[in-house]
């Protein structure tokens, strides 16, 4: 059983003929007294202070262990939001890429009807040109053929161009 303050403080020693100073003696034990009381009381501080490092030990390692988590959670979300970012642009990608053919499909459609309209309207000027021409030839055949007619004999003169 260790040594306590009351151990010291009640401690008696024999008297003897040639023994220690009693007076010296008692001073001592009342110098040790002291100093044991002292380390007691500040053995019992640094229990305490253990004590409460214990308990903030406790809360920083479960606060290590609540951001080591925290940080686990947000690199996956961050991964999770990269993936989602990429599949979205990829999708918006690909959605350029059907519009962009929609596009130049229409486009395609639009300049080929544009050309069937302009080889139409040549075929229709081809052929309105033909007839002009079978017109005009037609009616320099009515005037030739009117200039054949037969002529009196004195009418030679209205046959001759003016000029």
């Not at 010296?24 to 640094?46: P, T």
């Not at 200039?147 to 001759?160: C, F, I, Q, S, Y």
């Amino acid at each position: 059983m260790p040594l306590t303050v009351l151990d010291i403080a009640n401690k008696e020693f024999k008297t003897s003929i040639r023994g220690y100073n009693q007076d010296e003696v008692d001073e001592f034990l009342d110098e040790v007294m002291r100093n044991y009381e002292a380390l007691i009381r500040e053995n019992d501080e640094l229990r305490q202070n253990t004590s409460g490092m214990g308990e903030k030990l406790e809360q920083y390692r479960a606060l290590e262990q609540t951001l080591q988590n925290t940080l686990v959670v947000a690199q996956s979300t961050a991964d999770e939001m990269k993936q989602a970012a990429r599949k979205e642009a990829e999708l918006v990608v690909r959605e350029a890429e059907a519009r962009a053919r929609e596009l130049i499909q229409k486009a395609e459609e639009h300049v080929e009807r544009q050309r069937q309209e302009m080889e139409r309207l040549k075929r229709e000027t081809d052929q309105f040109r033909a007839r002009i021409k079978s017109l005009l030839e037609s009616q320099l055949a009515i005037i030739s053929q009117e200039v054949k007619l037969p002529v009196a004999a004195g009418d030679t003169e209205a046959l001759k161009a003016p000029g």
